[in-house]
Structures are given as C-alpha cells and as structure tokens.
C-alpha cells in the first residue's frame, strides 16, 4: 500500500540518521497584543506594584468607604465621630464636640482617654498615635479589653479619613500633657510634638479637610447631614451629651440647621422615636419601648416601635452606635420577635385564625421602629459597614424584644387588639391585592363577563342606572318584570351574604356572591376603589320587609362600610322600601310598610263602615310584578332611604359596626339586652 510504504522509508530514514545535539532556540519574544495590553514578556517581577502605607486606600477608596460620591465623603465624618462615641460607651467620655468650619474643615473634640502617644512596640521608631493614623488594621478595637463594644473591627477607620485628608491635625490631651501632630494625603508632616503642659484637658481633637483630588471640588459637606448624623448619636447613647457648632455662612440656604445646639438624651430611642412620629396619628396611642442589657457585657438591646396609620413604616437600625441602613441581622431578629409575639397573644384570646395570614410585612409595613444593640466583635458587610452580619445579634434582639412584647400586649390588651386588627386588615389587604392581580392576569387577554344572575340595563350613564339588589330568585323575577330595562338592573343574591365584620380572608375571597356583587358593580374594594370604574348611580339594596329582610340589608351595609367605604361617603348607597301589608276595602287600596303605619292608613286612608281587608305579604316574591313596580321601583312612587355617615360620626359609625357585627358575641348580647323593651319580632319601623 502506499500509505505503508511511505511510513516504512520514513522510519528506516529516522534509523539511518544518527542523532546530532542542538542548542535550543530561544521562543521568539510575544509582541503586546494590538489592545495595548502586555503580551508574556512584558509581565514580569517589573510588573508587581507594591503599595505601601495608605496608598492603597488612595488607589482605590471605593473598597473602604464604598465610592467618592456626597455619600462617602460624610463617611468620613461618620468614621471619626465614631471614635469618640466608642470612648463615650465605654464610659471614658462625657462630651463630644462637633464643629463644622467653612471650606469643609470639620473637627471633632472629646474627653476621653486620647489616643496612646508612647512608642510603639512593634514600631519603636514611631508613636502609636502615628501607627494608628497611618497603617491599616492598626486600633484599639482588636484588643476586647480596651473596648467591650465598638463600631467595627475593620481597623481601617480614622486611617482611612487620614488617607483621603488634604490635612488631618490631632491633638491629643494625655496625663497633663498635650500633644499635636499633621499629616497631608496620608503622611506625617510633622513629628509627634509635646507643646506644653494642660490645665484639666484630656481626650482626643481631630481636625480634618476632605481632599478634593479625592472627591472632587464640587462635593461638600452637607451641614443638614452632618446635623442629623450627630443628633443621631446623642439618641443612641444616653450618657453623652454632643455640642454642635456650625460657621454661620454655610446655614444662609438651608433654616431647618442650627448655628449651636447641644444634645443630650436621657430617653434614649424613646425621645429619637417621639421626634420622628411628632404629630402623626398612631394606630395604638402607647409606643412600645424598652432596653436590656445582659448579664456580664454580653451585650444591649434598646428599641421603640409605634404603628402609624396614615404612613408607610420605616426601620432604622443601629449597631454599636453605627447607621446600618442596609439592616442586617438585628432587624431580622425585630420583625421575627414582633410577629411570633403577635401571633401568641393572639392564641391566647382566640382569635388565632385570624392572625394566621399574618406575615411580617403585614406587622411592619407600617411601624415606625427604632433598633439599636451593643454587641462584642460586630461583623459587618462592607467596610462602610452598612448591613450587620453577626448571626448572635439576630439571637438576642429575637429573645429580648419578644418577651418584652409578650408583656406589652398582655398588660394593655386595649391597644394589643387595636395592634392586632390593624395587622390582620394589612394581611386581608395584601392577599385582596394578590388576588385581583391574578384576575387581572388571566383575564388580560379577554373581557371580564358580568356575573350571570345579573339582569343589566342598557343606559351605560352613571347619572340614570340603578342596581337593585334583591334577596333571592324568586323576588329576582319579579323584579325583573317590574323594572325598567334601560336604567334599572337586578341581581338576586341567595339568602343572607356572609357577614365580613367576622370572616377571614379565605371565607371572604371564596363567597361567590359577593365576588358577584363586586363584579357587577366594578370598582374594586378596598384601596383599589375607583369611583370612575362605578357602572351605576344608584345601588339599592331590596330586601324583605320583615326582620330577616333587615338581617341581609344589615349584613350588605356591613359589606359596603368594610370594602367600599367611598361608595357610601359619596351618597351612592340606598335602601328600598317595599310594603309589608295590603289594604283593600271595595275598590281603595293601598301599602303599609309596617305595624304603625297600617293603624294610620286605617284610620285615615279608608272611610265608611266597610271591612277591610288585610293582607301580610311574606316577601318580595309574592309580590305582583305590577305592584313591586308601583311601590317599590317607580321613581316616581316609590320612597328611598339614602345610607349616609357624617365626617364626624366615621369613627363612631365603625365602632357601632363593630361591636354590632364583629367576632364578639358579648358585645351584641349587651346590646340586645340594654334594649330588649324596645325589640320587635313582627316588623321594622322605617
């Protein structure tokens, strides 16, 4: 084959060849790749840059402070009031001193221990005030025995804040001596300096200037932000008192800040708390408020939560006296205790079936709660420390606040049912959204059918349709035959609706009848009310003229007071009134709705010696089509009560719907037996 032969002579020439020692070639060099990046042979030893010092956090601030935007220049701020906070929780300060100077030079005094100026062991050639203001991961907050609680165990703070300083001047007060040093960009400009002894100063001054090779010239300091984070601090740690001094020039825009304050808050979250919700209406007037601390350092929790109930709810949390605006566990841990703690009082007086719907969001949505602990070693996420990640801190602000909600509730049942309905309302209004969000889903593609009970109108206008709601099938039909067919529509409902001052969510969303009436009437419930959406001018409810009949209008009324309150405010709701009796003598006839008003038309309507005829009708199905239309749905004959709630009578009217129709038998039972004199078995005077 030739394929053999080929490789035959191939290896017998590979044998005949003796074999001859070459010196290697060296590859020819990479050249860079046309993108400009090093090909291999330009990366080499050559090529490993190392940054010493601070430089690194020149190169890159955004992987210590988070960026160079408005947000991490007041980080810096934040990172050296934090030190003297550190000091005041410890229970070395008493006083901060914040000063706020144009060209957006800040200092920030206190009268703590100041920081160690001795040499160094590790560095003897250097002070410790030097290591700390230059080297990252130097601090006093690695050694648990100088702090219990601090803002972090980065060590990268006040180093940071030197790094990215134009200039940076400390002074420090230490054993009746006071010592000054400066540094630029990072580096020391002056030796440490022993100026001369001091009267009664101790602690710590730091004075600094952002840079703007760093941040830019057009970013500055804020003095609205820089007040609140200040004022912030004095809330969270009762025991310090925070002066404030702003340069009058940079306050000419903005009067909410003041030149000099002094903050001092014995009340801690309590008064934070009272400052925020000011003037807000609370769904229980008392705010729930507490601190513990454990035995042996173990940490501190202190909280206030209150219920707002015309805004959205908010959390801010604090660990170790830093803003974690991202939460974090200790939040976990608030909404986990607040809820379970719920759920149990509601157990406890019955009523946990309707508390089982009730999520988290549904109890926090609208608190307004305030979240701050003390914990040993924090972990946090970022160097800017915006969410705590310590999985304890979820562990103890869980055990701490539940018991201490337990309590609450159960020593103010008054404002815990007032809580407890207010987050079962939350859970029925999530779950409502949902569901009309699953029906706007499917039905996006096809047009909703009007429920098949309903006889509509053909007159479209708001101002000439009626919907009559009629109390079965059989005074349905004769409503049908009595009715005008281009204004006036009939839905007959089966029996008595289900009473919604007393059911569930589940039983509310699975009652056919009523998703048929919200259907016909097409304005949504709830939040969702849109009043344009409304297909008709007049929605009377047509009941039986017996106490039955008053039972379902009562129970309908209860209906609309609870999902369309608008519907009634806006003088869209009525009541029918159809006779209860038939007079007949000779050829005079006439309606009586009820007991009373028979005695008068026998008295004044019929004249003579002549019988009268008394007929009772049972319902509105016996009725004539003829004489249904004549004294019941005529415009022109009939009478109609308008269901109306004054401004002022909204609370009293709920409270009466409550305590009539809601889940608490005790309640009616008191009622019914305050008026039991003035009951009637037999009809209704209207």
Not at 258 to 267: L, R
Not at 469 to 498: C, F, M, N, T, Y
Request: charge should be neutral; hydrophobic fraction near 35%; include cysteine.
């Amino acid at each position: 084959m030739a394929g053999g032969d080929l490789f035959g002579n191939a290896a017998r020439k590979i044998k005949a060849e003796k074999p001859v020692a070459k010196t290697p070639k060296a590859p020819p060099p990479e050249k860079s790749r046309t993108n400009g990046t090093p090909g291999e042979a330009d990366y080499n030893a050559s090529s490993i840059e190392v940054l010493e010092g601070l430089e690194p956090v020149r190169r890159r601030p955004g992987m210590y402070i988070g960026g160079t935007d408005e947000t991490a220049l007041h980080h810096l701020f934040a990172e050296v009031i934090d030190n003297s906070m550190d000091e005041a929780v410890a229970g070395h300060a008493t006083w901060i001193d914040v000063t706020v100077e144009e060209d957006d030079w800040i200092t920030v005094t206190d009268n703590g221990r100041g920081i160690p100026v001795d040499p160094h062991p590790k560095f003897p050639k250097k002070s410790a005030l030097e290591v700390i203001m230059t080297t990252l991961h130097a601090g006093g907050k690695f050694d648990s025995g100088a702090y219990q609680t601090s803002g972090g165990l980065h060590g990268v703070g006040v180093s940071v804040v030197n790094a990215l300083s134009e200039r940076l001047d400390v002074e420090v007060a230490k054993n009746k001596q006071l010592y000054t040093q400066s540094f630029e960009r990072g580096h020391a400009v002056t030796k440490l300096q022993n100026v001369g002894p001091t009267n009664n100063r101790r602690g710590t001054r730091i004075r600094f200037k952002p840079d703007p090779q760093i941040f830019g010239k057009a970013a500055h300091f804020r003095p609205a932000r820089l007040f609140r984070m200040t004022r912030s601090k004095a809330y969270l740690f009762g025991g310090v008192e925070i002066r404030w001094h702003c340069a009058p020039s940079l306050l000419k825009d903005d009067s909410t800040v003041p030149a000099e304050a002094t903050f001092h808050f014995p009340g801690g979250l309590r008064d934070y708390l009272a400052s925020d919700i000011e003037g807000k209406e609370l769904v229980s007037d008392q705010v729930f408020t507490g601190k513990v601390e454990k035995p042996g350092g173990h940490g501190s929790v202190e909280w206030a939560v209150a219920w707002m109930a015309a805004e959205d709810g908010f959390v801010h949390s604090y660990c170790n006296t830093i803003p974690t605006p991202d939460g974090g566990t200790h939040e976990a841990g608030l909404r986990t205790a607040l809820l379970r703690a719920l759920k149990d009082h509601a157990e406890r007086i019955g009523q946990s079936k309707r508390a089982s719907n009730v999520t988290a969001d549904d109890v926090m949505n609208t608190a307004a709660a305030l979240i701050s602990v003390f914990i040993r070693e924090p972990e946090f996420q970022g160097q800017n420390k915006s969410r705590l990640m310590t999985t304890e801190a979820s562990r103890l602000v869980e055990g701490v606040v539940r018991d201490a909600f337990d309590h609450w509730l159960a020593a103010a049942p008054t404002q815990a049912l007032k809580l407890l309905d207010w987050a079962v309302e939350r859970s029925e209004d999530r779950l409502r959204r949902r569901a009309e969000k699953d029906v706007a889903r499917k039905t996006a593609v096809r047009k909703l059918r009007l429920p098949g009970k309903l006889a509509d109108c053909s007159n479209t206008s708001l101002d000439n349709t009626e919907l009559f709601i009629v109390e079965g099938d059989s005074a349905g039909g004769s409503a049908k035959q009595a009715r005008d067919r281009a204004s006036q529509a009939i839905l007959p409902l089966r029996g008595k609706i289900l009473n919604v001052a007393s059911a569930t969510k589940d039983k509310l969303s699975q009652n056919q009848q009523l998703a048929d009436l919200v259907q016909a009437l097409g304005c949504g419930t709830g939040t969702h009310y849109k009043h344009t959406d409304l297909r008709y001018g007049k929605v009377i409810v047509m009941t039986d003229a017996d106490v039955d009949g008053a039972h379902i209008a009562s129970l309908l009324i209860t209906f609309f007071w609870r999902q369309m309150p608008k519907l009634i405010e806006s003088g869209h709701l009525f009541l029918a009134v159809p006779p209860l009796y038939k007079l007949t003598q000779g050829a005079k006839t006439t309606y009586a709705r009820n007991d009373k008003h028979r005695e008068e038309l026998t008295k004044s309507f019929f004249t003579g010696k002549g019988k009268i005829e008394v007929s009772r009708f049972k319902g509105l199905g016996e009725m004539l089509p003829a004489q249904l239309k004549e004294t019941t749905m005529d415009p022109k004959k009939r009478m109609l009560l308008k269901v109306m709630v004054q401004p002022e009578e909204k609370d009293e009217t709920s409270q009466s719907v409550e305590r009539l129709m809601g889940n608490k038998p005790e309640a009616r039972f008191t009622f019914i037996t305050e008026r039991a004199e003035f009951a009637s078995t037999d009809a209704l005077d209207i």
